[in-house]
């Protein structure tokens, strides 16, 4: 059995970034949750021009060096510049320009005064206090210089991101393909869950699961339904997903039971298996193997080892393979606090399933109540952290810090 750190080691080794004919264009409107092929550079100045942060006066500091409410300079207002208006005159000794915010600084002036500190009087304005030198300017290139690196490639494109790009004036974005990600579960109890329920039958929730995890991490589902615990339709179907698909993830059938044909399937394929057995609860029967255009993941039947198995060991991998750079493979992994005793048998790292809560402004992990099972799916509902209890460590005390995954 391997550790969970051997896995994940071995798992990511074999996992290679996307290629060059991944790359795709897609509209900026349709960018959210893509990732980045090519660095984007912009050919424009952020500002793009000296501009007012506040509304008020455009003035020389020279000239307003000395004054206050006491002794106010009185300048002679030239123009008024509203945003997007481009200034037709210089600022000369003596004169100011009314400007807004966001509206461009005329030439000659270096200094804006907020209207609070100002008092008008006709076509003239009273300061009635000494800025700073160069006080509400944003300058030309302050943020950034065209030219500059803006976005790498390899991050995902969230709203901020969106942003830079639409102020870069990118609407056409070079992503990487969405990876496909083929999905199989196996088993002669499962019914769909339209299908009417039977002694002994069970619905399958491992597909829509997967299925929902595939889309929020930005991927595409092939759904290859359900397929009986019988030898040969399995290895037709796993090797039509093969095909169809870049990754493709199992359920069941990779244990020890007569009915767990996974992994001979796999070798017989020609798989190349490098995983059978990793020592974390649930998740045991954990199988990975490599095909030469396909990873394979089994993952364990019970809807909990299988959520787990694949935040733990398959989404760093997917992350990998879909072009993210290395510092967003994860695991993430946060300390918190307990304010429950956590227990675990020891032997294997363990997962324990709760919330995430702010309780007096500090992060606490609350284990969810019910059944720790790993075949009960119901109090997985509405949680969004693994708890995990290293190999060895069979108890946290109340009040402990412990090592939480964040998960959905
Ligand atoms: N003698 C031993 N028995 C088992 C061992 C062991 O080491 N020795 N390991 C146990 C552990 S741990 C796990 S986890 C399970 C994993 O078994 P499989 O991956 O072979 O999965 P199945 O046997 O096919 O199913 C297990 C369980 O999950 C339910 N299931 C399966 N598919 C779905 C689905 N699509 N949706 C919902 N539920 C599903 C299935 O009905 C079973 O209850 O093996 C233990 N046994
Ligand atoms: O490891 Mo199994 O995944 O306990 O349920
Ligand atoms: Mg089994």
Same mark, same amino acid.
């Given at each position: 059995?391997?550790?969970?750190?051997?896995?994940?080691?071995?798992?990511?080794?074999?996992?290679?970034?996307?290629?060059?004919?991944?790359?795709?264009?897609?509209?900026?409107?349709?960018?959210?949750?893509?990732?980045?092929?090519?660095?984007?550079?912009?050919?424009?100045?952020?500002?793009?021009?000296?501009?007012?942060?506040?509304?008020?006066?455009?003035?020389?500091?020279?000239?307003?060096?000395?004054?206050s409410a006491e002794n106010p300079v009185t300048l002679a207002v030239i123009e008024e510049i509203p945003a997007g208006y481009c200034p037709q005159k210089t600022i000369a000794p003596g004169q100011a320009a009314r400007i807004f915010t966001g509206a461009c600084l005329p030439a000659g002036a270096d200094t804006i005064v907020i209207q609070e500190d100002t008092q008008p009087d006709g076509d003239r304005i009273k300061i009635l206090t000494t800025p700073e030198l160069r006080a509400f300017v944003r300058h030309q290139g302050s943020y950034s210089r065209a030219g500059d690196p803006l976005l790498p490639a390899g991050i995902s494109l969230g709203v901020a991101e969106i942003a830079v790009l639409a102020a870069a004036k990118c609407v056409?974005?070079?992503?990487?393909?969405?990876?496909?990600?083929?999905?199989?579960?196996?088993?002669?109890?499962?019914?769909?869950?339209e299908h009417p329920i039977a002694p002994g039958k069970l619905v399958d929730s491992n597909q829509y699961a997967l299925a929902s995890w595939v889309m929020q991490m930005g991927a595409e589902p092939v759904i290859l339904g359900i397929i009986p615990d019988e030898p040969e339709a399995l290895k037709t179907a796993i090797a039509k997903a093969l095909l169809s698909a870049d990754i493709v993830l199992s359920t069941g059938g990779v244990s020890v039971g007569d009915y767990d044909y996974?992994?001979?399937?796999?070798?017989?394929?020609?798989?190349?298996?490098?995983?059978?057995?990793?020592?974390?609860?649930?998740?045991?029967?954990?199988?990975?193997?490599?095909?030469?255009?396909?990873?394979?993941?089994? /993952?364990? #039947? *019970?809807?909990? =080892?299988?959520?787990?198995?694949?935040?733990?060991?398959?989404? $760093?991998?997917?992350?990998?393979?879909?072009?993210?750079?290395?510092?967003?493979?994860?695991?993430?992994?946060?300390?918190?606090?307990?304010?429950?005793?956590?227990?675990?048998?020891?032997?294997?790292?363990?997962? /324990?399933? #709760? *919330?995430?809560? =702010?309780?007096?402004?500090?992060?606490?992990?609350?284990?969810? $109540?019910?059944?720790?099972?790993?075949?009960n799916l119901i109090n997985l509902a509405q949680t969004n952290a693994l708890a995990m209890l290293p190999v060895g460590q069979t108890c946290i005390e109340a009040g402990e810090f412990v090592q939480i995954l964040k998960v959905r």
């Amino acid at each position: 059995m391997l550790s969970a750190q051997a896995a994940e080691a071995i798992i990511l080794e074999q996992v290679g970034p996307p290629h060059q004919q991944d790359i795709e264009l897609v509209k900026l409107s349709e960018a959210t949750g893509r990732i980045l092929a090519a660095p984007i550079t912009s050919e424009l100045d952020f500002p793009h021009w000296d501009n007012s942060a506040m509304d008020g006066y455009a003035v020389r500091y020279a000239d307003v060096a000395q004054s206050s409410a006491e002794n106010p300079v009185t300048l002679a207002v030239i123009e008024e510049i509203p945003a997007g208006y481009c200034p037709q005159k210089t600022i000369a000794p003596g004169q100011a320009a009314r400007i807004f915010t966001g509206a461009c600084l005329p030439a000659g002036a270096d200094t804006i005064v907020i209207q609070e500190d100002t008092q008008p009087d006709g076509d003239r304005i009273k300061i009635l206090t000494t800025p700073e030198l160069r006080a509400f300017v944003r300058h030309q290139g302050s943020y950034s210089r065209a030219g500059d690196p803006l976005l790498p490639a390899g991050i995902s494109l969230g709203v901020a991101e969106i942003a830079v790009l639409a102020a870069a004036k990118c609407v056409q974005v070079p992503v990487y393909a969405k990876l496909k990600v083929g999905l199989i579960s196996t088993g002669n109890e499962l019914i769909p869950p339209e299908h009417p329920i039977a002694p002994g039958k069970l619905v399958d929730s491992n597909q829509y699961a997967l299925a929902s995890w595939v889309m929020q991490m930005g991927a595409e589902p092939v759904i290859l339904g359900i397929i009986p615990d019988e030898p040969e339709a399995l290895k037709t179907a796993i090797a039509k997903a093969l095909l169809s698909a870049d990754i493709v993830l199992s359920t069941g059938g990779v244990s020890v039971g007569d009915y767990d044909y996974v992994g001979q399937i796999l070798a017989d394929l020609g798989g190349e298996i490098l995983v059978n057995s990793v020592a974390v609860k649930p998740g045991k029967p954990l199988t990975f193997a490599t095909f030469p255009h396909c990873l394979y993941f089994g /993952l364990p #039947g *019970n809807p909990v =080892s299988a959520l787990v198995t694949c935040w733990r060991f398959v989404q $760093p991998a997917l992350r990998k393979r879909s072009g993210l750079t290395s510092e967003f493979w994860g695991p993430e992994w946060w300390r918190v606090r307990s304010p429950m005793e956590l227990r675990s048998g020891g032997k294997r790292e363990t997962y /324990l399933w #709760g *919330n995430l809560r =702010s309780v007096n402004g500090e992060t606490q992990f609350i284990l969810a $109540p019910g059944s720790q099972n790993s075949g009960n799916l119901i109090n997985l509902a509405q949680t969004n952290a693994l708890a995990m209890l290293p190999v060895g460590q069979t108890c946290i005390e109340a009040g402990e810090f412990v090592q939480i995954l964040k998960v959905r």
